[in-house]
């Protein structure tokens, strides 16, 4: 388990490190995996815009939670950081946020970006299992950070033990794959130059693994959360430019993650890509619709 070292050691009653257990500031030294290497790599070419394109789909559960001023927040999967700084505004002046993400690569951006800030901490580590302090936030929050646990279940029975009594979760999601134009058209433009892809597992760890709401809700109710309400929506977005839009869907996203692992396709897929993305290209540059669920629910009590 790798955490943060100093004053949030105390504050999550996390135990001494041990002599294999490593804090923020020993993030750069440590070997990441190649194939994450390169994951992050990409994303940290194109951090920026995907910010641009993301950002407003986050606002929207961040609205649903409500943060108030001088809570606390858990921030699950918290990428680069951008989502605690959102959170850490809302609970200003008093309030403070934990952000947990499982890469230590992506974290070593936020800790960059939160510099200075001392109402936001980091944590290196997976909140499936995290031992957090029980009762400790009154509140969780998450952008496209809760559909990679490998037991989602037991991840959100976890994360219900560190709310207080009637704590409040809200976090955003995927629908479905095919509901995205935002990931199925540069997909599908491209298909005719990728290799044939296994079949897809809609349970299975990753970005449409809730795309099922009735799941969503099962795994909710089974890990002791009430008032559940899940809303579609749908909302046009954007990086900016047709290049800009071209960067980010050829490095991230479902056809971001093939070219990652075929990068010798790249100069035959991308200018079937480049044409599917000008037919949306306008005065705000290329705009195409992300198909959400923001999902809200509340810690019942006696569990």
Do not use: Y
Request: hydrophobic share 45%.
């Amino acid at each position: 388990m790798r955490t943060h070292s100093g004053d949030l050691q105390g504050e999550l009653d996390i135990a001494e490190p041990s002599g294999n257990d490593l804090g923020m500031d020993q993030i750069n030294s440590l070997p990441a995996l190649t194939q994450d290497e390169v994951r992050v790599g990409a994303w940290a070419e194109i951090r920026e815009p995907l910010e641009l394109q993301l950002a407003p789909l986050g606002r929207r559960a961040l609205v649903a939670l409500a943060p108030r001023s001088g809570e606390s927040v858990l921030d699950i999967g918290c990428g680069g950081g951008e989502t605690a700084l959102d959170v850490a505004r809302a609970v200003a002046p008093d309030g403070t946020v934990v952000g947990i993400d499982l890469s230590a690569a992506v974290l070593a951006f936020a800790q960059r970006a939160a510099k200075g800030c001392e109402r936001v901490r980091f944590v290196h580590a997976d909140a499936q299992v995290f031992p957090f302090k029980p009762a400790s936030f009154d509140a969780a929050f998450s952008r496209f950070g809760v559909m990679f646990f490998a037991d989602p279940a037991a991840a959100f029975i976890n994360i219900r033990r560190s709310l207080r009594p009637s704590g409040r979760i809200a976090f955003v999601c995927w629908r479905a794959l095919e509901e995205n134009p935002l990931d199925i058209l540069p997909l599908a433009a491209a298909s005719a130059h990728l290799p044939p892809q296994p079949a897809h597992d809609p349970d299975a760890p990753g970005p449409f693994a809730f795309a099922n709401p009735d799941r969503v809700r099962g795994i909710l109710e089974r890990a002791g959360f009430g008032e559940i309400e899940i809303t579609a929506c749908d909302e046009q977005v954007g990086s900016g430019d047709l290049d800009t839009m071209l960067a980010v869907c050829s490095r991230v996203g479902a056809l971001g993650r093939i070219l990652r692992e075929n990068p010798a396709l790249r100069a035959a897929a991308l200018p079937a890509v480049r044409s599917a993305l000008a037919a949306h290209d306008g005065p705000d540059g290329v705009r195409l619709n992300a198909a959400t669920w923001v999902v809200t629910a509340r810690a019942l009590a006696g569990h």
